[in-house]
């Protein structure tokens, strides 16, 4: 495998990865949720999401009109994150439009999250938390290779499929010239509680999946976030989630921040 060349981001202190086999498991929920989590901590914390396949957390954030500012450095421009919960955030999907699209499909594609990674005037940071695109291709096998990644998180639902895909993306990571930790699993849709009857679990998509793919890859389940409404209420309506602490799912996102804190 080819070396690249690696991109120094002196302002940031760590650079973890949120990664998924498949589309559909939670990954932005998951790099949301974290972030925020995070920055209550009162840490410096920066969403990157690189997700061009499908970009979310703009509309997670209720900031999808919103577009960075952006100023003239030399022949470069550099980009302003948007901030938001405490998080400074930028989104591929702030660049994507009707024109723009296949900008990120082309052969360019490969080191545009990079580019765009680097061109964006972070400030300090302490954790850098990236929204990866699903799978293991060119793009995500280039990123990792060019940035000091301190590590990944996959996440992954209880389903069979769902974990053979992330087995996949936890090998890219474990790969000898990529070498990056893996931090640990977060299972997703882990059970289903309905909000009338809280104390109830219903396992809709199975169970141990998680646990199955900590143990193979030698790793910890760092939580279980269960499927409930208010987190898909507050994607949609780009609320922050963690106003409601009683819920099961906020506590499990505190325990991962903090899991997180202990490790880097
Ligand atoms: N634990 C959960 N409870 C309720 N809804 C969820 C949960 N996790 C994800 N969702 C919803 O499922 C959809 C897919 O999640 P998302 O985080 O966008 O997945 P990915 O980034 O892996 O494609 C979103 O509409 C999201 O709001
Ligand atoms: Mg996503």
Redesign the pocket.
């Known amino acids: 495998m080819a070396m690249l060349e690696k991109i120094e981001l002196k302002e940031v202190k760590n650079i973890i990865i949120v990664a998924?086999g498949k589309?559909?498991?939670?990954?932005?929920?998951?790099?949301v949720n974290l972030s925020i989590a995070l920055a209550r901590h009162g840490l410096k914390v920066a969403l990157v999401d690189a997700?061009i396949y499908?970009p979310?957390v703009p509309k997670?954030f209720g900031i999808e009109d919103i577009r960075p500012e952006v100023s003239a450095n030399g022949d470069k421009e550099m980009y302003f994150p948007v901030e938001k919960f405490g998080v400074k955030i930028m989104s591929v999907g702030f660049f994507v439009n009707k024109n723009q699209g296949l900008i990120w499909r082309g052969p360019l594609a490969a080191n545009a999250i990079t580019q765009f990674i680097e061109n964006t005037q972070w400030g300090d940071i302490d954790y850098m938390i990236i929204?990866f695109p699903?799978g293991t291709g060119d793009i995500q096998l280039t990123t990792v290779q060019k940035l000091n990644v301190n590590g990944a998180i996959i996440?992954t639902t209880p389903q069979e499929v769902a974990v053979n895909d992330a087995r996949k993306a936890a090998s890219m990571f474990s790969n000898p010239g990529i070498n990056v930790p893996i931090i640990g699993i977060i299972e997703?849709?882990s059970w289903f509680t309905p909000k009338i009857h809280p104390e109830e679990k219903y396992f809709i998509f199975g169970s141990g999946g998680g646990e199955k793919l900590a143990i193979e890859n030698n790793t910890t389940l760092l939580g279980k976030?269960?499927?409930?409404?208010e987190?898909?209420e507050a994607?949609?309506k780009g609320k922050s989630v963690f106003l409601q602490s009683e819920l099961i799912?906020i506590q499990e996102f505190e325990k991962i921040a903090e899991s997180i804190i202990n490790i880097y």
């Not at 589309?23 to 790099?31: D, E, F, I």
């Not at 976030?225 to 409404?229: K, N, Q, R, S």
């Open positions: 998924s589309g559909g498991v939670g990954k932005s929920t998951v790099s997700d499908g979310s997670m929204d699903p996440v997703n849709m976030i269960p499927l409930v409404a987190i898909g994607a949609e799912a």
